[in-house]
């Protein structure tokens, strides 16, 4: 999402001492039984692995709704559980901001407009696009962040299962660090990246088993919605329970944002640039077994992240009723304990097992999807294409297997790094302004401007990151600009990120050559690929699988699911 970008999460820290979960030998049961299943299917998966292809691509041979499910459950890591809903724990129903705006469009447009491009055009990865678009500077500077970026935040889930591990069960941080990085190095090494989708579709289906019980018995313990709604109200005033209430320009809000800020910052920006170029979440899409599939993957993700908000949020809005002083020096909880609270007060034992196994679940997904994404760039991008180049198949694929193996031990490393920030959600989100947002203005420009020169790709990604880099690190950090909260930061530096890619690109594009129109066929929105252009498979016309029916269908029931919050 991965683990996902939501820039409003309050900081994960060590939770609260006494919310040590009282688990017997049911709990513990359940969670041996779901690790023995994960590997399990990392056996049952290398079975399928003979070329790279079967390695990094799972052979772009699975169907949508495996593809789709995995793509929202990558996305889902248990830094978004708890983080979202500590986030409506301390601001209320602004939460679904990040949802039906700071997610659904952007997943329809990759969807509908991108995802021919990259499908198309055969390519491995998101970096390998901007190759044959651009030139081999912006492939090496693009592979090179983004396995950096993977790897920090891979190190954030790994950070994060630990204390809550520690917290709940007892575990010291680093045997849950080294277990869970074990477990996910095992499953992905055996069976690449079909193993990764296989068990991300098990955890999809594990989070929700965790996540349904805890809200429904919370709505239960505070007089269902009305009397939440009624109790929240009196406690926190209308805007708690409203999505726009305070957010008019010149008002004071806790988000430090306003609807513009809002819209443009994270339902644009950040938002499109965490969708549709995060290779984390395309990986999953370029698995599809056909260009129809690989559309209809974040297409049918969509649905399902549309009222996964439900299962985050009214957690989060009953431990504010529960705990009425939750995150204030009055109370011994803070806002991430929403949902480890919740566990402890209503869970009985055995669901209690499947809460604290979906919580795993949850974890493990965010960091194989980032390790997995790693692995594939590295290995294609960067090593087979710059280092050592001409071997046959079996090399890569067994250099793919050593490449995660390291990957993993330096996500353990980068967990620990993780752990001296005080607020790593505001830190995950800063790197994904850092290396997303500018990316993204590189893709929708290349994408969109057949002007756009080869030398265009390199500088605007590195104008892009630097000014996001520097509006953050000197201008609001040294007090230049006055920004009330690191939310509110990070949305102008992506925006800043956005603005500056955009003005060079046009700049040097102005000054440098661009590519011919044979060199762009299938690469500019336009133009038309051989790969863009193959037959449906039987059963894709249907007229329940077209895209575009699938794609507005989320549009219109994410804009109608505003209706009652916003009033």
């Not at 090496?140 to 994060?160: D, H, M, Q, R, T």
């Not at 726009?244 to 800020?261: E, F, K, M, R």
């Not at 050593?402 to 980068?414: E, H, K, M, N, Q």
Request: neutral net charge; charged residues 10%.
């Amino acid at each position: 999402m991965p683990i996902p970008m939501y820039p409003a999460h309050p900081a994960v820290v060590p939770l609260a001492a006494e919310l040590r979960l009282p688990t017997n030998w049911l709990d513990y049961t359940i969670l041996g039984i779901y690790f023995v299943v994960v590997l399990g299917i990392g056996f049952a998966a290398r079975r399928s692995v003979k070329t790279t292809l079967d390695f990094f691509l799972s052979g772009r041979s699975l169907p949508a709704w495996i593809t789709g499910l995995a793509f929202v459950s990558a996305n889902l890591a248990a830094t978004e559980i708890l983080g979202m809903a500590a986030n409506s724990a301390q601001y209320g129903a602004y939460t679904v901001h990040w949802y039906w705006i700071g997610a659904i469009p952007a997943m329809v447009f990759l969807g509908l407009v991108m995802m021919p491009f990259y499908y198309g055009s055969k390519v491995r990865s998101v970096p390998e696009f901007l190759l044959m678009r651009f030139d081999k500077g912006a492939h090496l500077l693009s592979s090179a962040l983004f396995a950096f970026a993977a790897i920090l935040i891979s190190g954030v889930n790994l950070y994060a299962l630990a204390i809550v591990v520690e917290a709940l069960l007892g575990w010291p941080q680093w045997v849950a660090i080294v277990v869970a990085g074990f477990f996910v190095l095992a499953y992905i090494t055996l069976g690449g990246l079909s193993s990764a989708i296989y068990n991300e579709v098990l955890q999809f289906f594990v989070i929700l088993a965790a996540l349904i019980p805890l809200t429904l018995l919370g709505l239960k313990k505070v007089g269902g919605w009305g009397g939440l709604t009624d109790k929240l109200t009196a406690a926190h005033g209308d805007n708690f329970v409203t999505a726009w209430g305070g957010t008019g320009i010149g008002s004071d809000n806790p988000l430090g944002a306003n609807w513009l800020t809002i819209v443009l910052g994270l339902g644009f920006v950040l938002s499109f640039g965490y969708w549709t170029t995060n290779f984390a979440e395309v990986q999953r899409a370029l698995s599809a077994r056909n260009l129809s599939a690989a559309q209809r993957t974040p297409l049918i993700a969509a649905y399902p992240k549309i009222f996964i908000v439900f299962l985050v949020m009214i957690p989060g809005l009953v431990a504010a009723v529960l705990v009425p002083r939750i995150g204030t020096a009055d109370s011994d909880l803070q806002y991430n304990d929403a949902i480890p609270y919740l566990m402890e007060q209503l869970l009985p034992n055995g669901v209690l097992g499947i809460a604290v196994t979906g919580l795993l679940a949850a974890f493990m997904a965010g960091m194989a999807a980032n390790v997995s994404s790693f692995n594939t760039v590295f290995t294609n991008d960067i090593w087979a294409r710059y280092v050592v180049l001409g071997r046959e198949d079996a090399y890569y694929v067994r250099f793919g297997r050593l490449i995660t193996a390291i990957g993993v031990v330096a996500s353990i490393g980068t967990a620990f790094l993780a752990s001296s920030f005080s607020n790593i959600m505001s830190y995950l989100q800063t790197l994904f302004s850092f290396f997303n947002v500018p990316m993204f203005v590189v893709f929708i420009v290349g994408m969109f401007w057949k002007r756009a020169s080869k030398k265009s790709g390199f500088w605007g990604l590195l104008a892009g990151t630097t000014a996001a880099m520097v509006n953050y690190f000197v201008f609001y950090k040294q007090g230049v600009i006055g920004i009330p909260t690191d939310q509110g930061a990070n949305f102008v530096s992506a925006i800043a990120g956005f603005a500056a890619g955009a003005v060079v690109m046009f700049a040097v594009s102005l000054f440098t050559a661009p590519k011919s129109a044979e060199e762009l066929e299938g690469l500019v929105y336009g133009t038309v690929s051989p790969g863009m252009a193959e037959p449906a498979a039987e059963g894709d016309d249907a007229w329940y699988r077209r895209p575009a029916l699938l794609g507005w269908g989320a549009i219109v029931l994410a804009a109608a699911c505003y209706i009652p919050f916003s009033f």
